[in-house]
């Protein structure tokens, strides 16, 4: 049987001022999925993830497991119902140290009785056991590459059902962007459903099930990723020669 739709976004309309930054943007995320958003620079990906962690006003349909997420529902609601975003500039507390970042993902989780952190903490710990190592060591002094597993080790720790990742390899070395895709992979195994919003068009179809092309706030073009992967027009644009 088919999957049962975790998101899914019918005429998302966003804009800053009077300038519309995301137009009718329709795009389907079913459990257990890879789903990624491809796009230039100011295509508008990051403004699509903040809409649908609520950091945004927002016109259009939000159906997320079942509830319709409108504009108002506020950003704490949505952690709750398992939507959690880990931004493009990973927004790490500096001075803390990687254990306590960590914690701090599973702050909606304590507050709602649940006592169960110590446990996610491993199974974190096991994806990432870089930061196992480091627990001790403030965030601020780790490298690029395990700054971004942090922020993902964090969202972790929220266990949540959507996991939305914006641009993780952004700034990262070749071998550590290999890393943290090969870590998004296996993130599919344990069953949550991920976005993936990527400049690096390579990578993500490499990763995803399904794709679309956000460009200038349209979706110009979506299909299954190998078939995005195989497309002149994306060949062209998105994956060039690299
Ligand atoms: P990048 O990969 O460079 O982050 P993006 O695809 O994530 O690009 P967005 O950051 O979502 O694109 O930006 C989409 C458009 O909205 C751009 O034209 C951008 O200049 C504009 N924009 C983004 N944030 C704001 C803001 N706070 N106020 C006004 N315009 C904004």
Known sequence: ?????VLEVS????????VEALHKVSLRIREG???????????????LLSAL?????????VAYVGHNLDAHVEVEERVGQGLTLVPEKRELFAEMS?????????????RSGLRDHAQ?????????????????????????????????????????????????????????IKEIFRIVAEL?????????????????LQVADYGYVLETGEVSLEGP???LADDPRVIETYLGLG
């Not at 005429?11 to 009077?18: E, H, I, N, P, R």
């Not at 890879?34 to 403004?47: D, L, Q, S």
């Not at 962690?53 to 349909?61: A, C, H, I, S």
């Open 1 to 5: 049987h088919e999957p049962k739709p």
């Open 11 to 18: 005429d998302l309309c966003v804009a800053y001022g009077k």
């Open 33 to 47: 999925e890879i789903v990624t958003v491809i796009g230039p620079n100011g295509a508008g990906k990051t403004t």
């Open 53 to 61: 962690m609520g950091l945004l006003p927002y016109r259009g349909e």
């Open 98 to 110: 990687v254990e306590d970042n960590l914690l701090l993902g599973a702050f909606h989780r304590y």
């Open 120 to 176: 996610t903490m491993e199974e974190v710990f096991a994806l990432f056991p870089r930061l196992k190592e480091r627990r001790t060591q403030a965030a601020g002094t780790l490298s690029g590459g395990e700054r971004q597993m942090l922020a993902m080790g964090r969202a972790l720790m929220a266990k949540p059902k959507l996991l939305m990742l914006d641009e993780p390899s952004l700034g990262l070395a070749p071998l550590i």
């Open 188 to 204: 599919k195994q344990t069953g949550v459903s991920i976005l993936l919003v990527e400049q690096n068009a390579r990578a993500a």
């Open 225 to 227: 990723s190998h078939e």
